[in-house]
């Protein structure tokens, strides 16, 4: 049985599209390797890679593009997405990092 990652659970934790370099990039700040089974990683180290990614989307774009496939009569479409609610996103932060003592609990105080 395959192992449910941190990666994944990260991803899984917010309903946007978030890119894996960003992920990637979460991770390696908070000192997480990439695939870590998400049952042995810490409740701290979860906490703050959380809290990272729910600052990311405080600062990342205000929408994504919608996208439409059609082929020989098949049809998708991805639907846009938006961030509205930037202040929820950084309070919940906030909550996290206070939570653990984090510096970065000054940062998310914007």
């Known amino acids: 049985m395959a192992s449910y990652t941190i990666d994944q659970w990260l991803v899984g934790m917010v309903d946007f599209n978030v890119p894996e370099a960003t992920i990637q990039a ?23 890679c959380l809290a990272d990614l729910y600052m ?4 990342s774009s205000t929408a994504t593009s919608g996208e439409y496939i059609s082929d020989g009569g098949w049809q998708h479409q991805k639907a846009n997405k938006v961030v509205v609610d930037r202040a929820g996103l ?5 909550r996290l990092y206070n939570k653990w003592g984090s510096e970065k609990a000054e940062a998310a105080k914007g």
């Open 26 to 48: 979460i991770l390696f700040n908070n000192g997480v390797t990439s695939g870590t089974a998400v049952a042995t990683v810490s409740e701290r180290s979860k906490d703050l």
């Open 56 to 59: 990311w989307l405080t600062t």
């Open 90 to 94: 950084r309070a919940a932060a906030l």
